[in-house]
């Protein structure tokens, strides 16, 4: 299985720029796509997706929120942080089965 | 608007079964694939499973391979989660999600989700 590894927890300021990482055991690429995807869970809440194929801005996502990187190292960046941000991240893989997550980043303002 | 709402949740001694389902309106329910997913209380999300579109294939982790069938019924926009042989480690909410594409293959992109059912396997 491809395992993901996320910080677990973040602490930004309002206004400033938080970036989540995600590091795979495994190469997720396949023939020019990155298949890893962000989402977002608030409390009590299901998940969001925000990016998918690693740059990939969901429908309805504000332009804050972008995504990079290829391989094995992928990052989520969101800025600038606005107080709605605070929540788990988790990045997921769809490279190969299982499908699998990150244990999650908890994003906190300072 | 794309809305999926899952059903079937509950209380359930080990050993015993439960059947969920994910009735999804809003989109053309035959042309997606679609997913359950789960998350234990407090800890994260584990995939469980999918489902073609037209239920011919379907995958597992090995977690609950043998244990829980995922089928659905295009005429019905309804997608199900069987689940035989309930361990206490099955306890969790319970989501459906749908593919991000119209396509014949998966991509594992799950675009819009339901608000979960709660399952908890207990005596």
């Known amino acids: 299985d491809i395992v993901l590894t996320q910080s677990p927890a973040l602490a930004v300021s309002l206004g400033q720029r938080a970036t989540i990482s995600c590091k795979t055991n495994?190469?997720?690429?396949?023939?020019?796509?990155?298949?890893m995807h962000w989402y977002q869970q608030k409390p009590g809440q299901q998940p969001k997706l925000l990016i998918y194929?690693?740059?990939n801005l969901a429908s309805g996502i504000p332009a804050r929120f972008s995504g990079r990187g290829s391989g094995t190292d992928f990052t989520l960046t969101i800025d600038p942080v606005e107080a709605d941000d605070t929540a788990t991240y988790y990045c997921?893989?769809?490279?190969?089965?299982?499908?699998?997550f990150g244990a999650g980043t908890k994003l906190e303002l300072k | 608007e794309v809305q999926l709402v899952e059903t079937g949740g509950g209380l359930v001694q080990p050993g015993r079964s439960l059947k969920l389902s994910c009735v999804a309106s809003?989109?053309?329910?035959?042309?997606?694939?679609m997913y359950w997913i789960r998350q234990a209380p407090g800890k994260g999300l584990e995939w469980v499973s999918s489902?073609?579109?037209?239920?011919?294939?379907?995958y597992y982790p090995d977690s609950v391979k043998g244990r829980f069938t995922i089928s659905r019924d295009n005429a019905e926009n309804t997608v199900y989660l069987q689940m035989n042989s309930l361990r206490s480690e099955d306890t969790a909410t319970y989501y459906c999600?749908?593919?991000?594409?119209?396509?014949?293959?998966?991509?594992?992109?799950?675009?819009?989700w339901g608000q979960g059912a709660s399952v908890t396997v207990s005596s």
């Open positions: 999600a749908k593919d991000v594409g119209n396509f014949m293959y998966t991509t594992g992109v799950m675009d819009a």
């Open positions: 809003g989109f053309t329910f035959s042309s997606y694939w």
């Open positions: 489902i073609n579109t037209d239920g011919g294939s379907t």
């Open positions: 495994q190469n997720v690429d396949y023939y020019g796509n990155s298949y």
């Open positions: 194929l690693a740059s």
């Open positions: 997921q893989q769809s490279r190969n089965l299982p499908n699998t």
